[in-house]
T-cell receptor
Framework: DQQVKQNSPSLSVQEGRISILNCDYT??????FLWYKKYPAEGPTFLIS?????DKNEDGRFTVFLNKSAKHLSLHIVPSQPGDSAVYFC????????????FGGGTRLMVKP | SAVISQKPSRDICQRGTSLTIQCQVD?????MFWYRQQPGQSLTLIAT?????????ESGFVIDKFPISRPNLTFSTLTVSNMSPEDSSIYLC?????????FGPGTRLTVL
């Protein structure tokens, strides 16, 4: 049973437009959420996180929104750049920010020039 | 932050053999983990590498198949034993620093 799901395996966006990557979770104990970006032949790198006490966290071009009632979070990238093309993983943990991470299946984002 | 290196970066192995993957972190960290990413799949936690004691394995993973060592706070190894083609995956080492988790570049393993 997948506790963290990313239902879109891929997303294609034009440079300069907004990219929206979605993630759903089923475990109501999850209270800390993270987004990772992964380039080919590299390990995932941390992008942005959000605690369940907040519904939005912003860092430059990246904003994460959390809808606890819907058990849904999304990552917005605006404006999108070709260098943003990568696989994006959503991850969640329960109990505290330091606990085990459960990852979604990833969404491959392609930003076209 | 933490910089994590892994050796080897990739390998092609024969069925029935074993491969040991090394993970080095550039600073002392309390928690180190090993993940597997099978083709087209997400990252799955294999085990938590505990310093000075046996690793803690997740459901579906056992010590006989994936023995792990953690001799100090900066180094760990994962062995994939008696390999079969189903073990072909990317194996990733990870370390937690405060509330952030960092990943190594991964070891791409192909078993023939």
């Amino acid at each position: 049973d997948q506790q963290v799901k990313q239902n879109s395996p891929s997303l294609s966006v034009q440079e300069g437009r907004i990219s929206i990557l979605n993630c759903d979770y089923t475990n109501s104990m999850f209270d800390y959420f993270l987004w990772y970006k992964k380039y080919p032949a590299e390990g995932p790198t941390f992008l942005i996180s959000i605690s369940s006490i907040k519904d939005k966290n912003e860092d430059g071009r990246f904003t994460v929104f959390l809808n606890k009632s819907a058990k849904h979070l999304s990552l917005h990238i605006v404006p999108s750049q070709p260098g943003d093309s990568a696989v994006y993983f959503c991850a969640a943990s329960a109990g505290s920010a330091g606990n085990m991470l459960t990852f979604g299946g990833g969404t491959r984002l392609m930003v076209k020039p | 932050s933490a910089v994590i290196s892994q050796k080897p970066s990739r390998d092609i192995c024969q069925r029935g053999t074993s491969l040991t993957i090394q993970c080095q972190v550039d600073s002392q960290v309390t928690m180190m983990f090993w993940y597997r990413q099978q083709p087209g799949q997400s990252l799955t936690l294999i085990a938590t590498a505990n310093q000075g004691s046996e690793a803690t394995y997740e459901s579906g993973f056992v010590i006989d198949k994936f023995p792990i060592s953690r001799p100090n706070l900066t180094f760990s190894t994962l062995t994939v034993s008696n390999m079969s083609p189903e073990d072909s995956s990317i194996y990733l080492c990870s370390a937690r620093v405060y509330n952030e988790q960092f990943f190594g570049p991964g070891t791409r393993l192909t078993v023939l």
